[in-house]
């Protein structure tokens, strides 16, 4: 077990590497120049020259890698050209707000998604279950953000319920130390700033569910159907139980194996999706910053949350690989 | 008095109506072993799984009675229903490999009944299902109950389902050809530990198979099926003896026999075939005159 997570971890760094190499090289081979845009049309060629030497671009590429990479593994991960701020404070201030936005949109997706395909496989072959596959076509064809414009006009325009933009009213008092306003609120029990941030982050996050849900209806519906056949569950309704004990007790922790690997995928596209939907809404998340510094040619910003990203969705994949350790006795001992 | 007394079951596929059980009668007493035979098709798992109540979902019972101590099951809501199968029936399953939760441990697959529709405590549960397994000879009921299946041989698993299933002592177990997955120097202590549980606990067994082999070791009755309908029904000597139908007597005459080799394998002739299919078209005649 040991064994395996240090092997895992050493995969993770490879990965990592090479994500440092591909993007640090692509964001200096694509046009745009990120000095050229901080300057006025008028700044001459000296002044030119002289800011790219401050920022060490006028190395090569594998110059700056290195010294970029030198300073990563001092945990420096380079200043902001826009911002002017050390990257790793910048990007760590952010995370917060993606991770609890990812999270809440993963939680619904769960529970949702779960739910459908316990309802459907309960109610298998009746109207309630080609409903149930008609609603999961239909999230799954639309794309998450066309999901959030959706939202937006229904419960921020014609039935103004959630706010639509943001991550909490400006107008109020934050007592937290920490970036984690969601978390931290429940724990100061302050309810009512809790309730204003759900109220920010909901349409953010049922738009970034709304596919993930469906995929998980589906295809737990489908291996939770196939598993019903089976002997033990045929033996465990001779004993005396009725559908919703087989069901959730025999066949569910069998049939959930296939949905987690899935989920640990579908989890790392949804984060990828909090791009575009922070966009949307406003949110001041990763997602947001990171559209930021590629309109601004912000390298060093750009590498430091690709890398973050990279970081994250390593961390799932791991995550996922133990729970199905732990889910599956026949994984443990091998 | 017979504990369990099914009277013209008849089974049908749904929606396209075709009949599977075609006026099924049988009766097995407390203690008496009954053999269910016949070919792939024959409706002989159907038996048991009606009277389980685990018939597919495709297929459903329109008429009959299936009588358990007395009750029938048929006029019971379906929640009694299923908890009185739970508390006095029992299934011993064909495949050992498939027949066990790959996600459980051994111990809450034999105490769950105990436990959640007999309502026993915990403690007294576990300590049934040690001691019956050591009553199927096995040797460590401890390690056994905290393993999971992929822990333990084919074998091993056949007998924790034979233990499982007498746990609660039914007075009825289904065994659905309990051997045929199982390699054939384990078939034969299987079926002995099966014959001498039944006997030990006066359990009343409904054997369903293909071998009358296997028949003429542990029943005492049998009843042959073809298509669904009830062919021949008859004390297990009086069959060996002298099989009363043209398809008993063919079917006995296909069985693999080890003392004559030569008078093996021969097939059922087709004339006696169209016989009985003859006779299962008129059963269906009848039943839609009448």
């Not at chain 1, 997570?5 to 050493?10: G, K, P």
């Not at chain 1, 120049?33 to 190395?59: F, H």
């Not at chain 1, 279950?129 to 937006?152: H, K, Q, R, T, Y």
């Amino acid at each position: 077990m040991l064994q395996r997570t240090l092997m895992r971890l050493a995969t993770t760094l490879v990965t990592l590497f090479g994500v440092a190499v591909i993007v640090f090289v692509v964001i200096r081979v694509v046009p745009g120049d990120p000095i050229a845009m901080m300057l006025p049309p008028m700044a001459t060629p000296e002044d030119i020259q002289r800011l790219k030497a401050l920022y060490g671009l006028d190395k090569s590429i594998a110059e700056q890698f290195f010294i970029w990479l030198g300073g990563v593994l001092h945990g420096d991960f380079g200043t902001s050209i826009t911002m002017r701020q050390p990257v790793l404070g910048l990007v760590l201030g952010r995370l917060p707000a993606t991770l609890e936005l990812s999270v809440m949109a993963l939680v619904i997706a769960v529970i949702w998604g779960g739910a459908l395909a316990l309802a459907g496989t309960r109610w298998r072959g009746s109207k309630a279950e080609a409903a149930i596959d008609v609603g999961n076509g239909m999230a799954l064809s639309v794309p998450d953000f066309l999901w959030g414009l959706v939202l937006i006009l229904f419960f921020g325009v014609l039935w103004p319920v959630f706010h639509i933009s943001g991550r909490v009213s400006p107008s109020l008092e934050l007592p937290f130390t920490t970036n984690f306003y969601l978390f931290e609120s429940v724990l100061r029990l302050r309810f009512d700033l809790w309730a204003d941030i759900v109220s920010h982050m909901f349409m953010p996050a049922l738009a970034l569910a709304f596919p993930l849900a469906a995929i998980i209806a589906q295809l737990l519906k489908q291996s939770l159907k196939e598993t019903m056949h089976l002997d033990y569950v045929t033996l465990s309704r001779t004993k005396g139980y009725g559908e919703n004990h087989v069901i959730t007790r025999e066949a569910l922790p069998n049939a959930i194996l296939p949905t987690l690997t899935l989920v640990g995928v579908q989890f790392t596209f949804l984060i990828g999706g909090t791009v575009i939907i922070e966009r949307l809404f406003s949110y001041e998340g990763l997602g947001n910053m990171a559209i930021d510094a590629v309109i601004n040619r912000d390298l060093p910003l750009i590498q430091g949350i690709v890398i973050l990203f990279a970081v994250i969705f390593t961390g799932v994949n791991l995550i996922v690989d133990l729970l199905y350790t732990v889910l599956n006795p026949r994984l443990r001992h091998a | 008095m017979s504990f369990l007394r099914v009277e013209n079951l008849c089974v049908d596929l749904k929606g396209s109506g075709d009949r599977l059980l075609r006026g099924v009668s049988l009766n097995v007493g407390a203690g008496e072993v009954m053999g269910l035979v016949g070919e792939s098709g024959a409706g002989k798992s159907m038996i048991g799984k009606a009277i389980l109540g685990i018939l597919p979902r495709s297929a459903g019972v329109v008429d009959g009675v299936i009588e358990l101590d007395g009750e029938n099951l048929l006029a019971l809501p379906p929640k009694v229903r299923r908890q009185r199968i739970g508390a006095k029936a029992a299934l011993i399953p064909q495949d050992p490999l498939t027949a066990l939760n790959p996600s459980r441990r051994i111990a809450p697959q034999i105490t769950d009944r105990l436990v959640d529709i007999l309502g026993w405590d915990r403690a007294r549960a576990n300590d049934r299902a040690r001691e019956i397994l050591a009553e199927v000879h096995i040797a460590d009921p401890d390690r056994v109950l905290r393993s999971y299946p992929h822990e333990l041989s084919g074998g091993m698993r056949q007998r924790i389902l034979i233990a499982s299933a007498f746990a609660a002592e039914p007075k009825l177990i289904v065994a659905d050809e309990p051997t045929t997955a199982l390699d054939v120097t384990v078939q034969k202590q299987i079926l002995r530990l099966i014959r001498d549980m039944q006997a030990r606990h006066g359990t009343a067994l409904l054997f369903v198979t293909h071998d009358l082999g296997v028949v003429a070791k542990i029943c005492q009755k049998m009843t042959v099926l073809y298509g669904g309908l009830v062919v021949e029904q008859t004390d297990v000597h009086g069959f060996f003896r002298a099989p009363a139908h043209p398809y008993s007597r063919a079917l006995l005459a296909a069985t693999p026999r080890h003392d004559d080799p030569a008078a093996s394998l021969n097939p059922v002739p087709d004339d006696i075939i169209q016989a009985v299919r003859a006779e299962v078209a008129a059963a269906d005649r009848n039943w839609r005159n009448g």
